[in-house]
């Protein structure tokens, strides 16, 4: 229906009454901001941030953060808001425009996180949810490094446990009393994992400290008991919430683009996400099909997949497997100038330790600040209690090792660390972007094949583009979640239908799109590094990766909208 003409002549003068106000607001003379100036803003906010997050700051290596948890209640949150508010205010009072970098990049950094706790916590309430406390009584950083003798670390540890069982009551009467079912599960999973963790790691780990002194001894035990039963009373309390559980986890369609604008300083439109997700998911699906077409002519795809996935490394030749896949990944990279490895430190494989068991293979890796610098690429074997049949099908098969292996190690997550710890700033190493890391680790597992690695063999592009299908369908998943109205059910059969994820995987990948919708970053911050390459190399006149991998990996692991400015 046509509009009235009053209407009309309105939002004529509504517009111009904009393009005037915006003229004038461009016009201002604002203050020049001076490098040192800047760096005095971005400091200012980093400390406030890092008291803000102290677990946080401990993966960065930063110790002098030991012993205390993050400030919770309405008073600690309401500060929180109002100090990103201040400093989003501050960056609107001087002209940045001309800074070089690395200020103006640490400031846009620091612009980006305010923004981004403003989100969390006004818009989006994630402190009213029971799985933003996930890490209270999360005690691990004290134990796994040697970055200070042990009676020092369990004395910080203690500290650590009393904060958080002073914190429990103010974190209960925090939290809504109606909660999306999905949250709660996962937030009883890691409860009971705390649980585990501290009645029997904690334990066994602090015990030489412990048996060398008896006062130490005897606070562990006072401070360790109240934290198991804070612990016990956030599981009940969880339990007493299943009943009255929802479906209320959406995003819907503006929230999720404005996630995507503060975490990641994409402007994007949800027309252009949904083109993105299905057209490299039905590239992947396509050659998925034809690789296994070559490898078994006269079987269907799916029997393939099940033949491939039985092609299991024995147990008991995990690790050596793994380390023989990183000595020749290295050997690879260094050989056909992949990357500048910058560091002779290596990860090593190990066991992972039970309480770390919530993955079949990662890396833990030194923080940027950290003075022990061990990085552990950890492999889980199956649980000895499960079945025969289980406990196999929990092994990977070789191509499906070698792609985590090379997202995790050489050149994915361990390398990017390496280069992190050359950052030109402090802002740099400490504010990261999701589809930038997990973008760059899940890009590297395509890219190593396009470079030859492994000679192409198509066993080994099957894990490649299995695991390309994977996060192909946590994007779809996310769409079809937070703006179509999928359920959880719904959102489980997409990955086992069209990704050939099995159903437990299937199951807990599902649940994870509810309370993680950033985990569409894998997929989106691949294309966006692949589509920034060729930019590069036009922009460049180079077909080099190490080149561009340098160029990009000089930016710590900063959003790559913002790496994209500076070509």
């Known amino acids: 229906m046509p509009r009235p003409l009053s209407t009309c002549l309105l939002l004529v003068l509504t517009l111009l009454a904009c393009r005037t106000t915006e003229k004038t607001r461009d ?12 760096n005095t803003l971005v400091e200012g906010y980093l400390t406030d941030t890092l008291e803000e997050a102290p677990a946080y700051a401990r993966s960065l290596g930063l110790h002098e953060y030991d012993g205390k948890v993050m400030p919770v209640g309405p008073a600690a949150v309401s500060a929180r808001v109002a100090r990103a508010q201040a400093h989003l205010k501050r960056l609107t009072e001087v002209d940045w425009s001309t800074l070089p970098d690395p ?43 040697d970055y200070a003798p042990l009676q020092e670390r369990v004395e910080a540890l203690i500290r650590h446990l009393d904060a958080a069982v002073a914190n429990t009551d103010a974190v209960l009467n925090s939290l809504d009393l109606v909660q999306a079912r999905s949250h709660l599960i996962t937030a009883k999973i890691i ?20 048996q060398q002194d008896a006062g130490l001894k005897a606070r562990f035990e006072r401070s360790h008991g109240a934290a198991i039963a804070q612990v016990r009373r956030v599981m009940a309390w969880i339990e007493q919430a299943l009943p009255k559980a929802n479906e209320d986890f959406r995003l819907g369609e503006t929230l999720l683009l404005r996630m995507l604008q503060v975490n990641e300083g994409l402007k994007t439109d949800l027309t252009s996400l949904r083109r993105m997700a299905e057209e490299d998911f039905t590239r992947n699906r396509a050659a998925f099909e034809e690789v296994a077409r070559r490898i078994a002519p006269d079987k269907d795809v799916m029997s393939v997949v099940a033949m491939v996935a039985n092609e299991r490394v024995p147990q008991e030749q995990l690790l050596d497997v793994a380390q023989k896949q990183l000595d020749d990944l290295r050997a690879f990279i260094e050989e056909n100038d992949v990357i500048t490895i910058p560091s002779a430190d290596r990860a090593t494989v190990a ?16 923080g940027p600040f950290e003075k022990a610098k061990t990085s552990y690429y950890y492999i889980t074997p199956p649980d000895p209690s499960w079945p025969p049949e289980k406990q ?11 792609a985590t292996s090379i997202h995790e190690v050489y050149p994915g997550h361990f390398v990017q660390a390496l280069h992190l710890d050359r950052a030109p700033s402090r802002a740099q190493k400490v504010f990261g972007s999701y589809a930038f890391s997990e973008g760059w680790a899940h890009y590297t597992e395509q890219m190593m094949l396009d470079a030859g690695f492994g000679g192409g063999q198509d066993r080994l592009r099957l894990g490649q583009l299995s695991n390309a299908l994977l996060r192909n369908c946590r994007f779809l998943a996310t769409l079809g979640l937070h703006v179509d109205g999928l359920s959880v059910d719904q959102a489980q059969r997409l ?25 569409l970053s894998y997929t989106l911050g691949k294309l966006q590094i692949l589509g920034l390459r060729e930019k590069f190399f036009a922009k460049r006149n ?25 070509l």
């Open 191 to 210: 409860s009971e994992g705390t649980l585990e963790y501290l009645s029997g790691d904690v334990v066994e780990l602090s015990g030489p400290a412990l």
């Open 495 to 519: 990955f086992q239908e069209k990704c050939f994820v099995d159903e437990g995987n299937a199951q807990q990948q599902a649940n994870r799109g509810t309370y993680d919708p950033g985990y």
């Open 542 to 566: 180079t077909r080099s990766l190490r080149e561009f991998h340098d160029w990009l990996l000089s930016f710590g692991g900063a959003p790559l909208a913002l790496i994209e400015k500076r």
């Open 351 to 366: 066991v992972t330790p039970p309480f770390m068991r919530y993955n079949s293979a990662f890396l833990d890796p030194a």
């Open 27 to 38: 016009q201002r003379t604002l203050p020049p901001l001076s490098p040192s100036d800047a």
């Open 392 to 402: 196999l099908g929990y092994l990977p098969y070789y191509g499906d090792l070698l």
């Open 103 to 145: 200020q103006r990049l640490d400031l846009e950094l620091t612009q980006l996180h305010a923004q981004q706790t403003v989100f969390a916590l006004q818009d989006r309430l994630e402190h009213r949810r029971v799985l933003f406390y996930g890490d209270q009584f999360d005690v691990s950083s004290y134990l796994v490094r």
